[in-house]
């Protein structure tokens, strides 16, 4: 007697989400120069070759998974937008876009994309912000703000500072707040 299988139904939508979720915990971890189709591929259970089918290749699916990690922007001197990054940070690390303030990528287009979303995400709402308060050096300050958060977080991440790195999320949320000046804004 011989047993009746059913073949295994390819679901197009399922294989793509699988890439994108192994794509942004593989970048995320490893950088976009460090991570290969392959290991993606193989961490989505899918043909790494099904990356140029869906993405056009492994730069595009850098610049689809840092889209699908659009999130709504980041003004840092939002108390409660900076407890919810920091939450997040602590839970899966610096992703991608906070990576862009820091590590190079060898793909130009990867490179560029990254650089894109961390102006939009964290850069511009702060600048706008500062700006609508009156700042005249909103462009400088809210990159210096951004910069100096992005070195916490990925000081912390790296454990590069022991106590930064033992610190509860509560007590660095408190200093990160006196450090960008969130306590002197308007909230």
């Known amino acids: 007697m011989t047993k009746e299988t059913t073949p295994r139904r390819r679901d197009s939508a399922a294989s793509r989400d699988r890439l994108l979720s192994a794509a942004g915990e593989l970048f995320a971890d490893r950088g976009f120069d460090r991570t290969s189709a392959r290991e993606i591929g193989e961490r989505a259970g899918v043909d790494p070759t099904m990356i140029a089918r869906y993405f ?24 409660d937008r900076l407890t919810t990054l920091l939450d997040r940070m602590d839970r899966h690390g610096p992703g991608p876009v906070i990576q862009a303030g820091i590590r190079p990528y060898g793909d130009a287009e990867a ?8 102006q939009r995400r964290m850069v511009t709402p702060l600048r706008e912000r500062l700006a609508r308060e009156g700042d005249e050096q909103a462009d400088l300050r809210a990159e210096l703000l951004v910069a100096a958060f992005i070195g916490v977080i990925l000081s912390r991440h790296a454990g590069a500072f022991e106590h930064l790195a033992g610190a509860t999320t509560s007590e660095l949320l408190s200093l990160l707040q006196d450090l960008l000046g969130v306590k002197g804004h308007e909230m």
């Open 111 to 118: 490179q560029a994309a990254a650089r894109a979303e961390l």
């Open 56 to 79: 056009g290749g492994k730069a595009q699916l850098f610049i689809a998974v840092l889209r699908a990690e659009a999130d709504r922007p980041a003004d840092l001197l939002d108390p």
